[in-house]
DNA sequence: CAAACATACTAAAACGTTTTAGTATCAACA
DNA sequence: TGTTGATACTAAAACGTTTTAGTATGTTTG
């Protein structure tokens, strides 16, 4: 009925020896501390019989280690960001962490908010998705010496370690790919950021055309209008406005999905007639009708490199002896809705 | 240089008290404690202005509270469980509760390493999408008195809370609206699974085909083989078997994804030739073509009332006095591709 | 004027670990 | 014979809180 639970405290006392004897032994430095074979055994044997499992608070509290790890991201329910999650999940939980998840919204005071709970709890390192205006904020977490990685952006003039996509060269892939296939008329559907990732994605875009010798046509949407209906109003006059477009290039997967919804309600045929590609996959593109293009970032490669940066820095005294900045490649996926059927 | 992080210990020899007084000051029981209005002012504006943050992890040492809740899903990437678990976080942190995820791939052996885990880790509570055989696990967290939901599906005899939808109802009524629409060889695509939400699936629309005087057609799936290539096999087989089949009924996101892309492989015509449902609703269905009609289950809804449940257990000192059983209801969003396009 | 009560504050234990700085015993060496 | 060194073990502090059980005053009350 009492089923106290079983600490280092009552298995010394049951076998009459110190708790640090105890301590010693379960935390395998018997040899080292030269605990004899035999009561090594005996704790040991103890401790299995019990199911004796440490109190990790207790643990944390002494020695100042949570083995949580902190992944923040703009939107978890996001197709993207919940894929990394997944596999990240996998290699923390093989490597004895725990990761707890959260959404900024892009939003720098949500994201302060967070980072400043999680850093009074004490959790180990962060991976981080940063919303625009929150680069002190993280100089403030490296140079408290907490381990940070960030993730999908970065901020130019900040030594922090970062895992993104080579953006620019992926959306120039892409564009030049729909120039190939003779597009001519490219519309490039962004949002209003200054952040690197879409900053660059446009870069990558402009620069094809103007190599090309193309008219670049952007339309950015300003951030706040991301709530569906206003964004969709927007594509509606992009549209109107540039009659000439053979084709559209979306800089996110929100908006690809957004503008899809306004082809599907508008003007059906769209679809058909005219080149898509999207930016980020979806299991459901290559099962459309027709199949949409997309960029497909590395899932699995950016998580990986992701742990790679993060872990080392966890047993480490200074964080910030080394930053490394990784630079992935994207995948263009071609499928039908890029290809050559020009009007 | 060396920012030592402030304590109540440091707080008070800085104030010249004693600990236990700002402690009391610190947790609002100042009046109840007798302590003086100037006093307790002092240490408020003190504490401000060091920004005094507690160690949490002290606190949870001394209080056996963590604050730290589990959601434990099948897959955290899976669209259905990364909706909920975006809903969740909110709610859970506007409680000032952080949220763990993770995914035990609907496997026993993983669930339970898992909830052993976190059993020790000391969280707070457990909403849990349980894998087939844990229900004495289950059973053994509710007798040590830790409070448990499970979601979406459930033991037949554990008295646990859960919420769930109504499944057979969902499926009844959308097996139901095929049938109005004149489909008359309705194959059901589901896996091979014990489990209720499995069960109940089948039931709704075994009873509907059963009233409309039809014949049932099901594949079961052998959940082994949710591996891509090997249910695209079982799809196909079974559509070559069953001739006849005018609609198919996919019963998970999954089936219905790989069910859709065995049709645009082999035969892109049969997805609109064929009546089409799936079960769970997916963004981009609405912008199909044909658009998907769905069953969509409550994100909102499910979420809410898991916390509904959740929350007051945390505060409880007896989580069994009184389980709840919440039964919610799906919708059917009639799209195109359940049609009354009958060959 | 003593007992009772209210007010203002605190010492110290407790939560369950880890770790430093020991002690005690015995053998070996010179 | 006394120092050195290895072996086997432990006491107690520390991590930063919360909370119980106080103490020391001053103020009513019968």
Redesign the pocket.
Known sequence: MKKK?????T??ANL?????????V??G?AKE????????QKVLDYAKEVN????Q???S????KSNILVFMVEDISNNFFSKLARIIEDIAYEKGYKVIFCSNENDDKKSEELISLFKYRQVDGFIIVPSPGIKSTIKELIDENIPVVLLDRYFADLDCNSVVIDNEEATFNATTHLINNKFKNIGFITTDSDQTQMQDRLGGYQKAMTKSGLNAQVLKIPYIATSDSRSKDYIRSFLKESKSLDSVFFATNYLAQTGLEVFKEDAPHLIHDLGIIAFDDNELFKIYDPTITSVAQPLFDISTELMKLLLPLLKRKDVKETTKNILLSAELKIRESSGAKVK
């Open positions: 639970t079983v600490s280092i405290k298995i010394a009459n020896i110190s708790v640090t004897t105890v301590s010693f379960l935390n430095k501390k030269h605990i004899s074979k035999e009561l090594t004796y499992k440490p109190n608070i207790a643990q509290l002494r020695t100042g």
